[in-house]
């Protein structure tokens, strides 16, 4: 058989940083640009792509659910905020124990005087809780805790085993170090990684708040 020698050469350029037009390609003819060794092509959408590998100077915060809009520190780890549906530069965990384990900060509005923390894990130790609204804020183990213990005055103290995990009355701006440290759990069956919270006046109204807390979980998913 005769052996034919041929060639196929691609559209090029020789230019950084530059890539192909829609306009310039047909649907799956391939473009090369020879000085940044990236390849290109047409999908069926018009829409010009390149094909594999990665960009130059892509980096971690060039991904959509990364926001680094807060620099990490030195020692800093990269930890998920459902609240915001973001990974965000976040303190380690200065504790032991084994995998799951670390510090978390959930920030939640309450919506008709409830919210529900799904992101500190299914329990834990507080470190803080803020509000940016004068509130009585109470955490509880259970949604069921929380709706039998609606209509305790704020002056009652909870009764134990009541569901009650948590509770203070914060001004305006105002936040409290959880010293000692008071564990939470999650009470449901089973175990879901929520913490329940009912945000109101002294007088049981519902304030509609933003709350944060910051805690060290035990247990995560």
């Not at 940083?17 to 390609?25: A, F, R, V, W, Y």
């Amino acid at each position: 058989m005769t052996t034919i020698n041929a060639s196929i050469i691609a559209k090029a350029s020789g230019v950084t940083g530059e890539s192909p037009l829609s306009t310039d390609l047909e649907v799956a003819e391939i473009a090369i640009n020879t000085a940044d060794g990236k390849i290109f092509t047409k999908h069926t959408n018009n829409v010009v792509k390149e094909l594999g590998g990665v960009p130059d100077g892509f980096g971690l915060g060039d991904l959509d659910d990364v926001d680094l809009s807060t620099p990490p520190l030195n020692t800093q780890v990269i930890a998920y905020n459902s609240s915001t549906s973001t990974w965000q530069p976040v303190d380690q965990s200065t504790g032991g124990g084994g995998g799951g384990s670390g510090y978390l900060i959930e920030s939640q509005t309450a919506a008709l005087g409830v919210a529900t923390f799904s992101g500190i894990g299914f329990s834990g130790l507080l470190r803080s809780v803020s509000t940016d609204l004068a509130a009585w804020i109470v955490l509880y183990e259970s949604a069921a805790a929380r709706t039998s213990d609606a209509t305790r005055a704020f002056t009652a103290d909870p009764s134990p085993g009541s569901g009650v995990l948590f509770e203070a009355y914060l001004p305006a701006g105002g936040s409290v170090t959880v010293s000692p440290a008071a564990g939470y759990f999650n009470g449901d069956s089973p175990p879901a990684e929520a913490i329940y919270a009912a945000v109101r006046d002294q007088s049981k109204t519902a304030v509609n708040a933003a709350v944060v807390i910051e805690a060290y979980a035990t247990v995560t998913s």
